[in-house]
Every structure is written in structure tokens, then in C-alpha cells.
């Protein structure tokens, strides 16, 4: 089972605790090679990934992206930025073809994630033909996919969890077909790399099931009916009511995403599977208690205001009011002046 993650030296402690969670939950695979796109990985923090690989047996792969990393940086402006940590990182799996070419296929999965589960049923997944990738719905706003060149109609999924056929990848020109729309169509987008898979490969995407990649706004909503309010999401353009149950009973990927909630390694965290990531966090070799309660998140306005709202409000009204004002302020950031 080959395995992605990217990751730069501030993030590298999530790529640990992820990683680790992928071993202690897949003891049963055969082989598990798990490849990490360094951008400038701390000799340190290779040590102590190194020690969780040891623990448990398992490859780990460095595979260096900074001159990749230099030649998206110069293509856009637009980047992650958590904390002022600016970080270019993510887009690197957009050379997976140069980075990783022996390499027939792989999952690729986000620092900021849990592996609860098996993975082998994913991985063995066969991506009918006129696909290359497999990839879970996300729950955003579907006001916002007007904003994106895209058929309105169109699915929109989550980059954090891939199911990635590399071979296909490579005959497919994908690597230049993103960086030609780049260059000459759009470069920027809100949602950094996602938005760029989802405009230039969107109809090269395998919907895959949601249990893959369980995103934070599923645990703040709830119920079916409350998230597909908060998001204008329904069964076409999502999962059905089923799906959903079963992804949030037997998640085998916890994807911390997006401001829903104050993601779990803060402190100061409110997010209900908190307790779950500590299990793993605190016994991970970069748990040090002190970094930790000094790791506060600086929480904006707009999340505490959600906080209140899931806590206080009943779980159908708060989809409701969630998905008003979270369609207005969609409206205005980006469509405003544009036509739809």
C-alpha cells in the first residue's frame, strides 16, 4: 500500500500523528511505503518521524518538492496561511507523476487527519476507466461552486483524502494541464489546490464514499437534513441520507477541516472528536505538553459565533440560520459583479 503525504517543518507533528494513526489502524496490511513531499522537513522532525515508522515496521520515503514548490510559487500568489504560517506545500502533489514515477498508484491524505480504520478496501478500489481519481464529496456551500468555472450542476470534492491512479495521471498530461490553466486562465483560487482539481480534473474524478474522508462540518451539524440546509447540499450533489449515516457511525478517515470548529491540536480546541485525536497525539513522540498549552488558536469572530450556534441552537434551526447568512457572505465575497 503506497501512501502520500506532504508536508513542510511546522506541519510535520500532524503528518506524525496521522501517520501513526494509519499504522496502529492498518497492523494488517501486507506493506504500507508512505512517501512524505518534503518542503523543508527538519533534520529533528525526520528523526522522530523515523521513530514511528521504526515502531511499527513500515517505509518511510522522503521525496524533496522544494523546485517544484518554487515553480507554483511562481505561478501564484495564493497559498495556505494558518497562523502566518505561509506554506505552498500542498500543491505539490500536482507533480505527482515527476515526484512519484514508478509508482502505479496511491492514496494521498492530508496532515490534518486521523486514519481510524482500514484502509485496504480503498486502496484495492478499482477507478473505472475513464477515471483517475477517487475522491469523497466536500460539504461546501454550493452557492460558492457558481464562483468556479465549473457547470453549477457539477459535484465538488474534498483534495484531503485521493485515491490517485498515477499511471493514468502521467498518460493523461494532468501535471501540464493544471499548470497551462494556471498560467493562462486562473491561478488564485479561495481554496488554494482543492479548486484547481476541481476545475481542471473535475470530470476525471471518481466519487468515492464518504466514510474516506468525514470532514468537521458533519460532526457540527449533525444530522443529514441540518447540513444539507447549511450547505443547499442534496442527495445529487452530495451523499444520500444513508451514506451519511453510515460514514459517521464507521469513519475510517477524520478529516479536521476547514473553521467549523477549533481544530484539535490547540489547546483551546472545541471540537468534539478532540478527545479521540489527544488518544493519539499524546502518545505520539511529538507530543510535549508545554508546546501544547502554549499552542492557542487566535479564534476569529465568525468561529465563535458558529461555536455558540451549535451549541445553543437545535440542530434543524441551525442549519437553516448557518445557511443563510453563510450564503449571503458567499454571495457578496464571490459573485459579487459576477454574472451566474
Known amino acids: 500500500m503506497n501512501i502520500i503525504y506532504a508536508t513542510d517543518d511546522n506541519y510535520s507533528f500532524l503528518a506524525g500523528v496521522s501517520i501513526e494513526s494509519l499504522f496502529e489502524n492498518n497492523k494488517d496490511a501486507g506493506e504500507i511505503n508512505v512517501y512524505i513531499l518534503d518542503d523543508g522537513i527538519s533534520d529533528n522532525n525526520k528523526e522522530q518521524l523515523k521513530l514511528v515508522s521504526n515502531k511499527y515496521g513500515r517505509n518511510l520515503f522522503y521525496v524533496n518538492v522544494k523546485d517544484f514548490i518554487e515553480q507554483i510559487s511562481s505561478i501564484t500568489t495564493v497559498s495556505y496561511n494558518l497562523e502566518n504560517k505561509i506554506s505552498f506545500t500542498a500543491y505539490a502533489r500536482f507533480f505527482i507523476d515527476k515526484l512519484l514515477p514508478n509508482l502505479e498508484k496511491a492514496i494521498y491524505i492530508d496532515c490534518d487527519t486521523l486514519v481510524v480504520g482500514n484502509l485496504n478496501n480503498l486502496y484495492e478500489y478499482e477507478i473505472p476507466i475513464e477515471y483517475t481519481l477517487g475522491m469523497a464529496v466536500d460539504c ?201
Request: one cysteine or more; a positive charge.
Open 140 to 340: 461546501t456551500q454550493r452557492e460558492y461552486v457558481k464562483s468556479l468555472e465549473i457547470p453549477e450542476n457539477s459535484l465538488y470534492y474534498n483534495s484531503g483524502v485521493m485515491l490517485i491512479n498515477i499511471d493514468r495521471w502521467k498518460k493523461g498530461n494532468y501535471t501540464d494541464k493544471i499548470l497551462k490553466h494556471m498560467k493562462e486562465v486562473r491561478g488564485n483560487y479561495p481554496l488554494v489546490d482543492q479548486d484547481i482539481i476541481n476545475v481542471v480534473l473535475n470530470k476525471y474524478i471518481f466519487k468515492i464514499p464518504l466514510c474516506y474522508n468525514v470532514q468537521s462540518p458533519n460532526f457540527m451539524y449533525k444530522t443529514y437534513k441540518s447540513i444539507c440546509r447549511a450547505y443547499g447540499l442534496e442527495e445529487k450533489n452530495y451523499y444520500s441520507k444513508e451514506e451519511h449515516k453510515m460514514a459517521l457511525s464507521k469513519p475510517v478517515v477524520v478529516h479536521f477541516s476547514g473553521s467549523s470548529f477549533i481544530r484539535p491540536w490547540y489547546c483551546n480546541s472545541n471540537h468534539p472528536m478532540k478527545k479521540i485525536y489527544m488518544d493519539y497525539y499524546q502518545n505520539s513522540v511529538f507530543y510535549d505538553e508545554s508546546f501544547y498549552n502554549s499552542n492557542k488558536y487566535n479564534a476569529n469572530k465568525s468561529v465563535v459565533i458558529r461555536y455558540l450556534m451549535y451549541k445553543l441552537l437545535p440542530k434543524s434551526i441551525n442549519g437553516i440560520v448557518s445557511g443563510f447568512f453563510l450564503k449571503k457572505w458567499i454571495q457578496k465575497t464571490y459573485l459579487s459583479g459576477k454574472t451566474v
